[in-house]
């Protein structure tokens, strides 16, 4: 079945650094890929989706990249702020399913000042 | 914009008690989703629905059932609460065709002692 994967553990970095967040899928057929953001005590919500190989994703200084022939889905900020602090999680549309979506397990980012 | 509401940010149950958790959308999306999230394990999806009166079995159905009367209402029903389903619920909305994005509502936090 569909499945997504992140990195394990937290990430901790001080402001103004690069974050990466990796993500590796598992898919028949051409799904849609999804980033969402969870800030402390809320629900989750959308950061940015790319919905066929190639596309990039982009909101708020993150992107990220659909990449078929390495099924990944990595996200990326080139300078983070405090205010990224929250939990990153990755996602996948199974589309004919009426789009039940298959979670990554998250993937908390702490930015330091 | 879409909103999704839940009924409850926070709640307090003992050992066998009937809870129900109600969620509710203004988009007029034909999709409805309840989840659980739990510290390590990510987000879970508990039973669905994509319409009046519809409803599908999730990855972790046990333990709960749901109702959906009315297309912009579901309820997540807990038919005697346990211990083991202390826990952050989560719903979320989706259209069928078109964007599959969920919109996620704030989340419940429900204890359940």
């Known amino acids: 079945g569909n499945s997504v994967t992140q990195m394990e553990g937290p990430v901790t970095l001080s402001e103004e650094a690069f974050l990466t967040i990796n993500c590796t899928y598992t898919?028949?057929?051409?799904?849609?890929l999804f980033w969402y953001v969870q800030y402390p005590g809320e629900g989750l919500q959308l950061l940015l989706k790319?919905?066929?190989?190639?596309d990039k994703g982009s909101n708020k200084g993150f992107e990220a990249t659909y990449r078929k022939e390495t099924t990944s889905f990595h996200l990326e900020k080139g300078s983070v702020q405090v205010s990224d602090s929250a939990v990153y999680f990755c996602?996948?549309?199974?589309?004919?399913?009426?789009?039940?979506?298959?979670f990554g397990k998250g993937n908390q980012v702490v930015v330091i000042p | 914009d879409v909103k999704v509401t839940q009924s409850s940010r926070y709640l307090v149950k003992r050992t066998g008690e009937k809870v129900f958790l109600e969620c509710v959308q203004d988009?007029?999306?034909?999709?409805m989703f309840w989840y659980r999230q739990d510290p390590g394990l990510g987000l879970r999806l508990i039973y669905f629905?994509?319409?009046?009166?519809?409803?599908e079995k999730g990855d972790i159905p046990e333990g709960y059932s749901v109702s959906r009367e009315k297309k912009e209402r579901f309820s997540l029903i807990l038919e005697s609460a346990s211990t083991n389903q202390t826990s952050m619920y989560l719903c979320?909305?989706?259209?069928?065709?078109?964007?599959?994005?969920?919109?996620f509502g704030p989340g419940t936090r429900l204890l359940v002692l």
């Open positions: 979320a909305s989706s259209l069928t065709a078109g964007d599959e994005t969920q919109y």
């Open positions: 898919a028949t057929g051409y799904p849609s």
């Open positions: 790319a919905t066929k190989a190639d």
């Open positions: 996602a996948l549309s199974d589309r004919g399913g009426n789009n039940r979506l298959a």
């Open positions: 988009m007029d999306h034909e999709n």
């Open positions: 629905s994509y319409d009046v009166k519809m409803k």
